[in-house]
């Protein structure tokens, strides 16, 4: 291992560096969370694939990508063409 690339693995500003871990590898502990049936009683979801600037129905859903990626391709090839849409 180069002296460089120690420095960049044990900088405080390396993101995995700024959480206590335990072990032997000293990873981070990431806690269980708890959920209740009520915590999701009114999430309403949308695909990005239907969102649609002159459809004001769903106009108070959270978009999600979990669609195939030919349906999202041109958000991250081209993010400010649908920033109006996702606004």
Request: net charge positive; hydrophobic share 30%; glycine share 4%.
């Amino acid at each position: 291992m180069t002296e460089e690339n120690y420095k960049y693995r044990t900088s405080p500003f390396f993101l995995r560096n700024q959480f206590s871990g335990e072990g032997k590898l000293v990873r981070p502990t990431i806690p269980k969370l708890n959920f209740s049936e009520d915590d999701f009683a009114d999430l309403r979801l949308i695909g990005f694939d239907k969102t649609s600037l002159e459809n004001n129905y769903y106009l108070n859903r959270m978009v999600h990508f979990f669609l195939y990626d030919y349906k999202f391709e041109r958000v991250w090839k081209n993010p400010d063409n649908n920033l109006e849409k996702l606004r």
